[in-house]
């Protein structure tokens, strides 16, 4: 008699996979980004627009991927797509990146942001208390009570999930209710009761950067790619959905449009609480505008939401990113070490541990270079993925989505010219930040190249 193979039912609908997108993408981007924008860009439309830009940008892949989803969906996302389209090379380059920009990296500055909204209550851990240890610019490294916090946190989210995911999975269920509720709670106690003026609109905050407008937007769509991160979220249960070519392009939609609404409404907030130039360079803009609109005392149930909407952050990718370097290892396409599973806690230890020490080391970084480095690696991986349906669009039997044949190419060139003036400008105006980056990609090649090329699977 023939084993029964055991597969995944497509039993997720549009609203189940919608809210898949929405938890994933609202993070500690929308709590820490405003503030940095206000000084790099100054005017109070441009930072509203810039934030309606990036929702059409993370539409436009989120499209696109919904059709790699589609065709492909197995587990694995861009490691799946690239190794098709160029080769194991930047299969195993998807996971060594992840491994840095994708979890390592949002993991220390989502701690570096609850750290400041922990300074609401104790002044101490705010980011500007933190001591120069060595170096400049990019390069700088910084540690104080702010990184002690930060750390600590990522080490007991890393406990924890070294002994066992079922609890913090319910904690996980909780926490992204709590960061949902906190947006839509703020949102509409600001507007209608908050202590806040119009006239803010008018005013412009003077500009931290020396850059020119045109090249500084542009430039800070790597800020608004790292709050919009997750727009791809649903193409990694696309085997779960039910009717995948319509569910998974019309849950994308839904959820980045949605997530996009309450980006643009809390910037909004922000800016009718208080004027550009007083928000400038704040991390914990959340908090501060809670407190010019209700007063200090109802501010302070605010900042603990937001506090736990940044714990909820960290909590799922603390949670997530292991399991993308334990699925590779088991392919041979990663080290395998990272395959290695705790006989007793049946978790894979070695890649939570090393996970969460690359963070900690990453919280010494300077918090929006620390961004610009996610949002430029980031970019670079989802243009060559949006990249690789050209290539794939000529295969025989390849499954084309309306979605994206309208008006094709149109949608998947725009996203690839938008990524490819993000990582011009970023080289131009930010060149510490993406010497980094490109180090970070040429040490993966290598690595590659040395330790991992022959044993692939």
């Known amino acids: 008699m023939t084993p029964r193979t055991t597969t995944l039912l497509r039993q997720l609908g549009i609203v189940s996979a919608s809210a898949l997108v929405i938890s994933n993408m609202i993070g500690a981007g929308i709590w820490s980004t405003p503030g940095i924008l206000a000084g790099q860009l100054g005017s109070p439309l441009l930072i509203l627009l810039i934030w309606g830009v990036g929702a059409i940008c993370a539409l436009a892949g989120a499209f696109c991927y919904s059709e790699l989803g589609v065709n492909f969906p197995s587990s694995g996302g861009e490691y799946v797509y690239l190794t098709q ?101 703020l949102l509409a106690a600001g507007f209608a009761f908050g202590d806040g003026s119009w006239s803010n609109f008018a005013h412009s905050a003077a500009r931290t950067s020396t850059s020119p407008i045109y090249a500084q937007f542009v430039v800070s769509l790597l800020l608004i790619y790292f709050g919009y991160s997750g727009w791809n979220a649903a193409t990694y249960v696309a085997e779960e959905l039910k009717q995948p070519e319509r569910t998974l392009p019309l849950s994308l939609a839904y959820g980045t449009c949605l997530v996009a609404a309450l980006y643009i409404g809390l910037n909004a907030l922000f800016i009718y609480a208080m004027p550009p130039e007083s928000m400038k360079g704040v991390v914990a803009v959340g908090a501060l505008a809670a407190t010019h609109l209700f007063g200090p005392a109802v501010a302070g149930a605010f900042a603990a939401g937001m506090v736990l909407s940044v714990l909820a952050t960290m909590n799922a990718e603390v949670t997530i990113g292991p399991r993308v370097y334990y699925a590779m290892a088991k392919n041979g396409a990663f080290f395998s070490a990272a395959a290695r599973v705790h006989p007793r806690w049946h978790t894979p230890v070695v890649a939570i541990v090393c996970q969460g020490l690359c963070s900690m080391l990453m919280t010494l970084s300077p918090f929006v270079d620390l961004l610009m480095y996610i949002g430029f690696l980031l970019n670079f991986f989802a243009v060559m993925s949006v990249a690789s349906l050209f290539i794939f669009r000529r295969r025989a039997g390849w499954r084309k989505l309306g979605a994206v044949s309208f008006a094709y190419p149109l949608v998947p060139v725009f996203f690839i010219v938008v990524g490819i003036g993000m990582t011009i400008f970023g080289l131009t105006y930010r060149p510490g930040t993406a010497a980094i980056a490109i180090a970070t990609l040429a040490t993966g090649a290598l690595v590659y190249h040395f330790r991992i090329k022959g044993r692939a699977a």
């Open 85 to 185: 389209a160029y080769g194991p090379t930047w299969g195993f380059m998807t996971g060594w990146v992840s491994f840095f920009a994708g979890f390592s990296a949002p993991i220390a500055a989502a701690s570096l942001a609850f750290s400041d909204y922990l300074g609401y209550f104790f002044p101490a851990f705010k980011l500007a208390n933190a001591h120069h240890l060595i170096g400049s610019g990019a390069f700088e490294f910084k540690f104080g009570l702010p990184q002690t916090a930060a750390c600590s946190m990522i080490a007991a989210f890393t406990i924890i999930n070294c002994l066992g995911v079922r609890f913090t999975a319910r904690v996980q269920n909780v926490l992204t209710l709590i960061k949902v509720l906190v947006i839509v709670i």
